[in-house]
């Protein structure tokens, strides 16, 4: 007689097919699928984790984010995740397509990326910048996305493009030559984005109005303001350039002034058990702490500001709810590691 538990386990397994094969492998779905073994790229646990990334892509070439690629598409997924590059959704898909179609030569995985890599350049607006969302589908998603690194992303995957690097040696000249126009106006896109305050130029806001440019608002905690996190990746793809442009200089040069001068210094940030026996966050007095560097700064005074869901700007991360403080990133150490590279920067410029 079949124990009860075995039935149960059975009954599973024609249920949630989805769930026994992703037991299987021990990759999960997130950027460690990009840095495996370069034999592994064409291994059976490869090419099944690539079928179902193949099976969420949508009609439109893009994927949704949020959602464990390496898993059987589900008949009610949500519609609404579908179409985005934010949480490394679509780009990681075609990084991954990418290995897997050059280690096997399956004709399968490379058409699928090319039909990504097509939504990726109808996706870009007119003046270089891409949304969030694409088809367009209203409000802050259509925003220039620098949150999330999404755009800094798109404009990396597409320059390793451009320029046949492995893996995507496999791409037509056809689409070498669109990814390569749509890096050159990406990155004047940036330059024109950067906020200026008078003559200085400084940083990014998370996210830019698509015609004017301006610093604009995403979710109700996230407002225009300068982006101590998100400007960091905007310069290290302006840093990866070869032969940067004259503008180009001056933008990282006076990025890298304004960290510098915009570090929250003598400051730590600590996780501690509040009177009310729950796990609070706060910043402390502690001379000689390495620097920090707030998520986001007031458009004016460069001055930190810290903001919960009652979309009011507060000088304190102690004045927001205790729900954001715990459940959203506001300080971080970011751009510690920025100075380090601009320098070597700087170095290979020169040569």
């Known amino acids: 007689m ?20 992703t037991s299987e492998s021990p990759v999960a779905w997130n950027a460690g699928v990009l840095t495996q073994s370069a034999d592994w790229y064409s291994s059976s646990d490869a090419r099944r984790i690539a079928d179902t990334v193949v099976s969420h892509q949508s009609r439109e070439g893009g994927w949704p984010k ?36 050059t280690a096997t030569g399956d004709a399968t995985y490379a058409a699928a990326f090319r039909r990504g890599l097509d939504y990726v350049l109808d996706a870009q607006y007119p003046n270089g910048g891409w949304p969030q969302y694409y088809p367009l589908r209203g409000g802050y998603h259509d925003n220039l996305t620098f949150n999330d690194d999404a755009m800094v992303r798109v404009l990396n995957l597409l320059k390793a493009v451009a320029v046949g690097q492995q893996p995507y040696g496999f791409v037509d000249d056809a689409q070498r030559a669109r990814a390569t126009e749509a890096v050159s106006r990406g990155v004047e896109i940036i330059l024109l984005s950067q906020v200026r305050q008078g003559d200085r130029l400084t940083v990014w806001c998370a996210q830019h109005d698509p015609v004017s440019l301006a610093p604009a608002w995403a979710r109700k905690f996230e407002p225009p303001s300068l982006s101590g996190s998100e400007s960091v990746g905007v310069v290290r793809f302006l840093m990866s350039l070869d032969e940067p442009s004259p503008e180009v200089v001056v933008a990282v040069e006076a990025a890298a002034a304004w960290f510098e001068s915009s570090a929250i210094r003598d400051t730590r940030l600590e996780t501690y058990t509040n009177a009310e026996g729950q796990p609070d966050r706060r910043l402390a007095l502690s001379p000689g702490a390495p620097p920090l560097w707030a998520r986001f700064y007031d458009l004016t005074t460069n001055a930190p500001i810290y903001m919960g869901r009652d979309s009011v700007a507060h000088p304190d991360l102690a004045d927001i709810e205790r729900e954001r403080r715990m459940g959203y990133t506001y300080v971080g150490a970011w751009p510690a590691s920025l100075p380090a590279e601009v320098e070597a920067w700087r170095r290979r410029v020169a040569e």
Request: no cysteine; aromatic share 6%; charged share 10%.
């Open 2 to 21: 079949i124990s009860r538990s075995w039935l149960i386990a059975i009954a599973l397994l024609i249920v949630s097919p989805a769930a026994a094969q």
């Open 66 to 101: 949020n959602t464990p690629l390496n898993e059987i598409a589900r008949a009610d997924a949500d519609p609404g995740l579908a179409n985005t590059f934010d949480n490394q959704a679509t780009t990681l898909p075609l990084a991954f397509l990418a290995r897997v179609a």
